[in-house]
């Protein structure tokens, strides 16, 4: 289990992580989410023993992690870090990189352990070219291979889906989570991108203000989201009466008090996000249909 307890945090004299704690389980999948700036990547960087932390403490299980000044080499057999940018060996193939820290006196089980990964990030057909022809989202998966390779317990992943394609991504992701959960290994990862947290997370840790601002269930924090940064973190929302509601949640009817006047209407594949004013406000719905500007509607809220 991963404890984190009142852990403080400042570059120079610049807080950016106040008084952090929290808990992981062996084996669960943790989301770090919040604004770009609000200190995800530091909070992974200080996890990993990268930096020495002002207060506070980080137990993996009853292993202490030490930031430079009490541990000379930097990190942990047990832990794996992917940082956004990733240092590969450019001059060797994706296979070498990968099979890079396993050792070469199994090379039958190094041989496996390193076919099993190309297919998890769906680069067996790259396994014999050289790291350096390969592009950025390539690049992204053998660094993701490469830090699954010795089995760690516990993985940080820094948006770690941010540079692969959209034809990728979705059935990346679930190899990754999939193998993951498989082995029990616990991860921590900062992202985003909704999309790496519904389905995947057990528990999302929302920073803001240098700060834990809630720490619960994807599941509850988008059924019930308190503030306007959680709701917008899932989708487009509207304050209506001060309170938050999706645009999915609004939805044309025959009559009621909310007559809104379409703006425009926006594609979105299976739906269409409307735009309207409602009085002198802005509103966004999702409607079937397209709706043309000047075209009056009443909305009602269905939760
Ligand atoms: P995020 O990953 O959420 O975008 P970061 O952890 O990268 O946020 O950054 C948090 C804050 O710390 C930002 O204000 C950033 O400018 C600052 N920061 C990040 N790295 C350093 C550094 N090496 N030295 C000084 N300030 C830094
Ligand atoms: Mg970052």
Avoid at 161 to 189: E, P, Y
Wanted: hydrophobic share 40%; proline share 3%; with cysteine.
């Amino acid at each position: 289990m991963l404890n984190v307890k009142n852990l403080t945090f400042s570059y120079n004299k610049t807080t950016v992580l106040k008084n952090i704690t929290f808990k992981v389980k062996l084996g669960e999948n943790v989301a770090v989410i919040g604004e770009s700036g609000s200190g995800k990547s530091t909070l992974l960087k200080v996890l990993y023993g990268e930096y020495d932390i002002d207060a506070g403490d980080i137990f993996w299980n009853d292993k202490k992690i030490l930031g430079p000044k009490y541990n000379l080499v930097v990190g942990y057999d047990f832990m794996k870090y992917v940082a956004q940018e990733f240092d590969l060996m450019p001059f060797i193939t994706v296979e070498e990189n990968i099979g890079k820290f396993l050792s070469r006196f199994y090379p039958e089980e190094k041989h496996r352990r390193t076919e099993e990964l190309l297919k998890v990030v769906e680069l067996t057909k790259f396994a014999k070219i050289k790291v350096k022809t390969l592009s950025g989202g390539q690049k992204q998966r053998v660094a993701l291979a490469r830090a699954l390779a010795k089995q760690p317990e516990i993985i940080l992943l820094d948006e770690p889906f941010s540079h692969i394609d959209n034809f990728k991504k979705q059935s990346l992701r679930r190899n990754v989570f999939k193998h993951l959960k498989d082995n029990n290994i616990t991860c921590i990862v900062a992202t985003h991108d909704k999309e790496d947290v519904l389905g995947f997370a057990d528990q999302m840790i929302v920073l803001n203000n240098n700060k834990i601002a809630v720490n619960d269930s994807p599941e509850n924090l988008f059924n019930t989201p308190e503030t306007p940064l959680i709701a917008s973190f899932f989708g487009e929302f509207n304050l209506i009466n001060n309170e938050i509601i999706y645009a999915h949640q609004l939805k044309v009817v025959e009559h009621s008090t909310l007559k809104v006047e379409v703006k425009q209407s926006y594609f979105k594949g299976y739906y269409n996000l409307i735009e309207a004013n409602l009085e002198s406000e802005i509103v966004f719905f999702e409607h079937q249909e397209s709706l043309k500007p000047g075209t009056e509607v009443c909305l009602a809220i269905k939760k």
